[in-house]
C-alpha cells in the first residue's frame, strides 16, 4: 500500500524494493558475478547561502546519506559492466528546523554496458535526482570531460557535460531531474568506428511548475589515422521544450581531430598528452532563440603516474535549463586529480559559462576542491569546499527561476565513510576506494602491443 498513496513519489519510494527484487530474482549461478556493497556517509557542512538567493541565509547542516551499490559483471570478465547507486538522504538544520527531513534529497544512478560482439558494443546509461527547497552541493567534484571520439568506461554512469549541473544555480523549490543516454559503438574495420547515440533530459519543477525536456540523436565517424590521430567527423540534432513554452530544434555539425602524443594510455605508465579539437556549425531552425553559431569544442588533457589535468572551451547552441528557449553557450572549464599518497587523493576544478538566450543572458561560475583520505578498506574521510555565482541581467524579469543581479554563495563539508560488502563477502569492505585518477584516456581503437624482445641465446 505504501507505494499506492501517493503517485507522484511511488516510483522513488519503489526504487530500493525493486532494485532487490531485480538482486535476488536470478538463478544461483548468476549471483557468483553479483555483488553488492552498502556504504553511509554521515557528515557536517557550513552553507551561507542554503537557498542561493541575493538575501543570505546561513545555516549548519548535518547530513546523513546511506547509499547502497549493486555491481554485476559476466563470466571472466573482472570489471563489472553493470553499476547500480541508490543514495536517499537525510538533512538537519541547526537554525531552519522546519527543512528537516529525510528522502527530500534523492539520487540514484545505473549503468549498464554489453559486448554484443568483440566489434559491437552497447551502453545503457541513466541518472535521476530529486533536490529539495535548498540548494546545498555535496562533496564530489567535476567529473574529466570525455573527448568526442572516447568511449565510455564500461560500466560508467552518464557522462556530464560543462554545465549539466546549473540545475543547482537556477531553479526555485523542489524538483525531479532525470538524464537517460544510450550509445552504441561500432568497430567497422581496425581503423574505423561508427558511435550513435540518444540522449534525453527531462526537468519537472515541483514548486515553480512546469518542465523542461531535451532530446538528443548523434551520429559519429571516426578515423584513427597513423595511430595517434583519431580523425572525426559527426551530427546531432536536439529538440527542446522549455519550460516557458519556447521550443527548439538545434542541428549541429562537427569535424576535428583527437591528438594523442603516445601508444600508451594507461595513467600508471607514461606520461601522456591529449588535444581533441573540433569546429562546426549549430542551427537552430525553430522561430526561438539564435538562428547559427559557431560550434567549438577543444579539451587538452595531460597526465602523470599521480596526477591529471585538463581543461578546454565548448561553445554552440544549447538547452537553457528551463530559463528560456535555445541559448548561444560558452563554457570554459578545467579540472585537476592527483594521487598524493596511497591514501590520499584531491580534486579541484572550475567552470565558467555565458548563455546568452532571446529574453536572458546570465553567467555561472563554479569551484570546487576535494581531499580525500581513506584511513581504512572500509572508511574514509572527505574535506570538500564550493563556491557558486551567478549574474543574470535586465533579462531576469522574464522568468522566476533567475534573481537579477548578482548571486553567490559558498559551503564546506566535512564528512565520514563507511562502507560494507554485503554479498557475496559479509562485513566490512575489503577493498580501497578513491575517486582519483579516473576515467584515464581512452579511444575507440586497441592499442598496439609492446614489441617483444627476443632472448639472447
Known amino acids: 500500500m505504501g507505494c499506492t498513496r501517493n503517485r507522484s513519489k511511488t516510483w522513488v519510494n519503489c526504487l530500493p524494493v525493486f532494485a532487490l527484487f531485480v538482486f535476488l530474482l536470478p538463478p544461483s549461478p548468476v549471483w557468483a558475478a553479483v555483488a553488492s556493497q552498502f556504504s553511509l556517509l554521515v557528515g557536517e557542512q557550513y552553507n551561507d547561502n542554503i537557498f542561493f538567493q541575493r538575501k543570505k541565509e546561513s545555516d549548519f547542516i548535518t547530513v546523513i546519506t546511506p547509499t547502497l551499490s549493486l555491481f554485476y559483471a559476466p563470466t571472466g570478465q573482472f570489471e563489472p559492466t553493470l553499476n547500480l547507486n541508490i543514495s536517499p538522504s537525510g538533512q538537519i538544520y541547526a537554525r531552519h528546523s522546519e527543512l528537516n527531513g529525510f528522502g527530500d534529497e534523492f539520487e540514484s544512478d545505473g549503468s549498464y554496458t554489453y559486448n554484443y560482439s568483440p566489434r559491437l558494443t552497447f551502453t545503457l ?72 547515440g540518444y540522449r534525453n533530459v527531462y526537468t519537472k519543477f515541483l514548486d515553480a511548475g512546469g518542465n523542461d525536456w531535451s532530446q538528443t540523436f548523434s551520429l559519429r565517424g571516426v578515423y584513427n589515422w597513423r595511430q595517434e ?37 594507461k595513467i600508471e605508465l607514461t606520461p601522456t598528452l591529449s588535444i ?61 586529480l592527483i594521487q598524493l599518497s596511497e591514501r590520499v587523493s584531491g580534486n579541484a576544478g572550475v567552470a565558467y559559462s555565458l548563455h546568452d538566450t532571446d529574453d536572458v543572458n546570465f553567467k555561472t561560475f563554479q569551484a570546487t576542491a576535494l581531499l580525500q583520505y581513506v584511513m581504512t578498506t572500509w572508511l574514509s574521510s ?76
Open 125 to 196: 546509461s541513466d541518472r535521476f535526482r530529486r533536490q529539495g527547497e535548498t540548494r546545498t552541493p555535496g562533496i564530489y567534484g567535476f567529473q574529466v570531460p570525455l573527448t568526442p571520439t572516447g568511449g565510455l568506461p564500461v560500466g560508467a554512469p552518464v557522462s556530464q557535460v560543462p554545465g549539466d549541473n546549473l540545475d543547482d544555480f537556477i531553479s526555485r523549490g523542489d524538483q525531479l531531474r532525470n538524464h537517460f543516454a544510450f550509445q552504441g559503438r561500432f568497430r567497422y574495420r581496425p581503423d574505423i568506428s561508427i558511435n550513435g
Open 229 to 265: 590521430h583519431n580523425l572525426h567527423v559527426g551530427y546531432s540534432v536536439t529538440s527542446h521544450n522549455s519550460r516557458n513554452g519556447d521550443s527548439g530544434l538545434i542541428h549541429d555539425f562537427d569535424f576535428g581531430d583527437d591528438y594523442f602524443t603516445s601508444q600508451v594510455y
Open 276 to 336: 581533441s579539437a573540433s569546429t562546426g556549425l549549430s542551427i537552430n531552425t525553430s522561430e526561438d532563440g539564435p538562428r547559427i553559431a559557431n560550434n567549438t569544442r577543444v579539451t587538452v588533457t595531460k597526465l602523470w603516474e599521480t596526477a591529471s589535468l585538463s581543461g578546454g572551451v565548448r561553445k554552440g547552441l544549447t538547452p537553457s535549463f528551463g530559463i528560456s528557449g535555445v541559448s548561444d553557450t560558452m563554457s570554459l572549464f578545467g579540472n585537476f
Open 382 to 457: 572527505n574535506l570538500s569546499y564550493s563556491y557558486r555565482f551567478i549574474n543574470s541581467g535586465a533579462g531576469a524579469n522574464r522568468t522566476d527561476l533567475l534573481e537579477r543581479g548578482n548571486v553567490d554563495g559558498s559551503s564546506v563539508f566535512l564528512s565520514l565513510v563507511a562502507r560494507f560488502d554485503v554479498w557475496p563477502n559479509t562485513g566490512l569492505a575489503r577493498n580501497l576506494n578513491s575517486t582519483a585518477l579516473s576515467p584515464v584516456l581512452r579511444t575507440p581503437f586497441p592499442t598496439a602491443p609492446a614489441p617483444t624482445v627476443p632472448a639472447k641465446p
